[in-house]
């Protein structure tokens, strides 16, 4: 890659790290800046691994803050939707994906900034919409790592405080992913070049860990729930230009 690449591709690997901080709608932005100087595909591939080691760190921040009542109501349907996307991953059009997932997160978004009142009593985790959304979630991230915004469709609402939320989200997303490094191998995903990479990357990934960390543990409930559907919106946005 060129300068612009490495630049994007930094950028990409530390907005992954702000991500299992706390602040997890920034990493939906990996793939799409990554993509405008590769294939979506390659990109996903090289960003698989950092994503990984920056797992380890997040797990190590919020080892004692998440809900396992949420996780057992929505990993069951993500490891489904990450089955299904390897069944399907030489028949899926990206752009399509990431269509849907777009027009999924604006209309969430509008709906928690047009009724915040509404939704300011927490809801309780329940099995159907874990496992709807956990499968939507579990797809959309194994073929673009982008399964923050369903996940965020079932896990707001559930008014979770900000450390257990960032806690869960970690979590859930560790186990994802870690269930998605056996197909990407066998898709020729994990190869020497994106391993190359993807170790260069690994260096922004912690980095952003301890930032986003330090900044989740500092904003009030309403300023982190504000700012994570403020950017899910702009995140969708982009996915259902890029869609069309």
Excluded: E
């Excluded at 994106?194 to 500092?218: D, E, H, I, K, T």
């Amino acid at each position: 890659m060129d300068m612009l690449g490495w630049v994007l591709a930094v950028i990409a690997a530390f907005s992954i790290g702000l991500a299992k901080g706390g602040l997890s709608m920034v990493g939906t932005i990996s793939v799409p800046l990554m993509a405008l100087v590769m294939s979506p595909v390659q990109a996903a591939g090289i960003l698989l691994p950092v994503y990984i080691v920056s797992d380890i760190g997040g797990l190590i921040a919020f080892r004692r803050d998440f809900d396992r009542r949420v996780l057992r109501t929505i990993v069951p349907g993500a490891v489904t939707g990450i089955g299904l996307g390897w069944a399907t991953a030489h028949h899926v059009n990206d752009a399509q994906v990431g269509l849907i997932v777009g027009v999924i997160g604006v209309t969430f978004a509008l709906n928690a900034l047009l009724r915040s009142h509404v939704n300011s009593t927490a809801r309780p985790p329940r099995w159907g919409a874990g496992t709807l959304w956990g499968l939507v979630s579990g797809y959309t991230s194994f073929v673009s790592h982008s399964g923050a915004a369903p996940y965020q469709v079932y896990a707001q609402p559930l008014r979770m405080s900000p450390l257990t939320y960032a806690g869960t989200t970690t979590i859930f997303f560790a186990i994802c992913n870690a269930v998605k490094l056996i197909p990407y191998a066998m898709l020729g995903q994990l190869s020497a070049h994106n391993l190359s990479m993807a170790a260069v990357l690994m260096v922004p990934g912690v980095l952003g860990v301890f930032a986003g960390l330090w900044l989740v543990r500092r904003m009030s409930p309403r300023i982190f729930y504000s700012f994570i559907t403020w950017a899910l919106m702009l995140v969708s946005i982009k996915l259902i230009w890029d869609g069309f």
